[in-house]
Antibody, heavy 120, light 105 residues
């Protein structure tokens, strides 16, 4: 059974960098043909795809966030990570990691999500 | 590319609910559907227009034609009350619909 778990600070100050890690179990990022995605959801609102990474390190991001987002992969630890710079209150959301999200591939496994609040 | 979903749909217990996702020529896209119960992560219920993942009840079905994709929930149960999101891939981007809140009466 594939499982994903987000980890990272629950609070980030405005203008600073939000950093999260997703640890994958039950599948090997290096041996997988899947992409690995980050998605977020502000309270009471819908889902927003942030971006994804492939085992090779190839990434793609939502154009609305592209200038602030870095997604990377650490195959030795079976993890991938998200970095979002210059955060504001608008970046307050539950952040999910998930497997998939490229071409015809759905987001088939999701982490439980982690709430990140941007506040001083 | 924008996906349009009705904000809310109500269905009587045991009846059939239909949730739509509208977009230009969506028939040419692979549509995925997710269920999100309150306080929980989304769960994939339909992938590539009509396919159910393992463990998803047969009550969940879907279709895709023209400018509308439809998720159908037959014999709705109280536990089906949730937000439902459609999703496609377009211009190298994952796009979600705004979500539909299903209320089971």
């Amino acid at each position: 059974q594939v499982q994903l778990q987000e980890s990272g600070p629950g609070r980030v100050k405005p203008s600073q960098t939000l950093s999260l890690i997703c640890t994958v179990s039950g599948d090997s990022i290096s041996g997988s043909s899947y992409y690995w995605s980050w998605i977020r959801q502000p309270a009471g609102k819908g889902l927003e795809w942030i971006g994804h990474v492939y085992t090779s390190g190839l990434t793609n991001s939502n154009p609305s966030l592209k200038s602030r987002v870095t997604i990377s992969v650490d195959t030795s630890r079976n993890q991938f990570s998200l970095s979002l710079i210059s955060v504001t209150a608008a970046d307050t959301a539950v952040y999910y990691c998930a497997r998939g999200g490229q071409s015809s591939w759905p987001l088939d496994y999701w982490g439980q999500g982690t709430l990140v609040t941007v506040s001083s | 590319y924008e996906l349009t979903q009705t904000l809310s749909v109500s269905v009587a217990l045991g009846q059939t609910a239909r949730i739509t996702c509208g977009a230009n020529n969506i028939v040419h896209k692979n549509v995925h559907w997710y269920q999100q119960r309150p306080g929980q992560a989304p769960v994939l219920v339909i992938y590539r227009d009509t396919n159910r993942p393992s463990g998803i009840p047969e009550r969940f079905s879907a279709s895709n034609s023209g400018n509308t994709a439809t998720l159908t929930i037959s014999g709705a149960l109280a536990g089906d009350e949730a937000d439902y999101y459609c999703q496609v891939w377009d211009s190298s981007t994952v796009i979600f619909g705004g979500g539909t809140k299903l209320t089971v009466l």
